[in-house]
């Protein structure tokens, strides 16, 4: 499978949970960008869940880890996995749209 550098970009802010507004800030690319890429991203993988779609970017290297969970990592003194990371990431964004 073959990914543009757009939709790379967008992985890796998508693989943290960020949001499509998020993902324009820090890319610099229009919402309208973002949705057009999320789509292509969603049509390649195969499926629209978050979960599936982290962990492929973990797995193929173009995901990234999240601060917070880098940081208790580094508070216990102990090194973060790629699950753990999205799972942090995960479970902030499940907080943020629950209130």
């Known amino acids: 499978m073959t990914l543009t550098d757009g939709?790379?970009?967008v992985l890796k802010y998508m693989s943290l949970g960020?949001?499509?507004g998020e993902i324009a800030i820090r890319t610099g690319l229009t919402k309208k960008g973002i949705e057009y890429h999320r789509q292509r991203?969603?049509?390649k993988l195969g499926t629209n869940q978050l979960a599936i779609i982290?962990?492929?970017a973990i797995l193929t290297?173009?995901?990234g880890f999240s601060r917070k969970a880098i940081e208790l990592a580094a508070e216990l003194?102990?090194?973060i996995s790629p699950e753990d990371a999205v799972m942090d990431r995960l479970t902030m964004a499940l907080a943020r749209r629950r209130g």
């Open 54 to 56: 982290a962990q492929f």
């Open 41 to 43: 991203l969603i049509k």
């Open 18 to 20: 960020y949001t499509t």
């Open 77 to 79: 003194g102990e090194s």
């Open 61 to 63: 290297g173009w995901g």
């Open 7 to 9: 939709e790379k970009r």
